[in-house]
């Protein structure tokens, strides 16, 4: 199957030409999703092996309690695993179906958004892998532990850790989600730094209702989601001055 193609910008076209691209550009996307399933699931010993290896070495030996569990644990985390690597493409295939819809002046900048979407995604998994997974599995396999003869059991813990590290990708999108809210005028730049510790307040609601009861997740979501609340604030701050340069900029400079 072809891909799809992308219209340009003030290309006009039917609604069953509009209706016809967005199939075909779901199908790329559930395609690149089955794609990542088959892969994730070829290489999921290793897989597992990545996500014990964040628990403590005395406790990375998962236990499994029905005859069923280790075969649908593998395809959980296989899902999980497809859905993370069809996401950029996903992003994608979302960027060029409404791309032309954009004046082409802001074409760029949204392409730019994309781009930064995909890496702060990236970013968002690697945090999550090296630094809030680790830190909530040792709280965890080690509260208490005097009181507990604690096993871990597969199914729970590889949900957990997928958990956490797609919720750590999802607050690494924050300062997209905040300038695109900036650029529609939803919010201003004026507003945001003006009511900076309701945005505060907000943001650690949000970490509380993360995925994570202990306060060792909840603390390694919130630290960024501030970080990053504060950075998509000037990075907002800056594309308004830019803005208002480009409009006082004599026509033709």
């Known amino acids: 199957m072809r891909l799809p193609r ?21 199908f790329v996307c559930l395609g690149t999703l089955v794609a990542g399933f088959v892969v994730a699931y070829v290489f999921h010993r290793r897989l597992i092996h990545l996500l014990t290896h964040a628990l403590p070495p005395d406790h990375r030996h998962l236990v499994t309690l029905t005859i069923g569990e280790p075969f649908m644990t593998s395809m959980w985390l296989s899902l999980y695993a497809g859905f993370i690597v069809a996401l950029p493409v996903m992003l994608w295939q979302a960027w060029a179906f409404f791309v032309p819809a954009v004046d082409p002046v802001h074409e760029r900048m949204l392409k730019l958004f994309t781009f930064l979407a995909t890496a702060l ?5 690697l945090f999550g892998y090296y630094l809030a997974l680790p830190a909530a599995a040792h709280f965890l396999a080690h509260y208490d532990s005097s009181q507990y003869t604690i096993y871990i059991r597969a199914r729970d813990y590889i949900s957990f850790a997928a958990k956490v590290m797609i919720a750590m990708a999802i607050v690494f999108e924050l300062p997209i989600f905040v300038v695109g809210l900036t650029r ?13 510790r309701i945005g505060y307040f907000v943001v650690a609601c949000v970490a ?39 409009q006082a900029a004599p026509v033709g400079t």
Not at 121 to 125: D, H, N, P, Q
Not at 186 to 196: G, Y
Not at 219 to 241: F, G, K, N
């Open 208 to 246: 509380v209702a993360l995925p994570g009861v202990d306060p060792v997740t909840t603390t390694m979501e919130a630290v960024p989601l501030v970080i990053l609340y504060e950075l998509s604030i000037w990075m907002s701050v800056l594309l308004d001055r830019r803005a208002a340069r480009a």
């Open 121 to 125: 995604l990236m970013g968002g998994l």
């Open 184 to 196: 529609t005028g939803v919010l201003t730049t004026q507003r945001l730094r003006r009511n900076r």
């Open 6 to 26: 992308r219209l340009g910008h003030g290309e006009e076209a039917t609604l069953v030409e509009h209706l016809e691209e967005l199939r075909q550009r779901i």
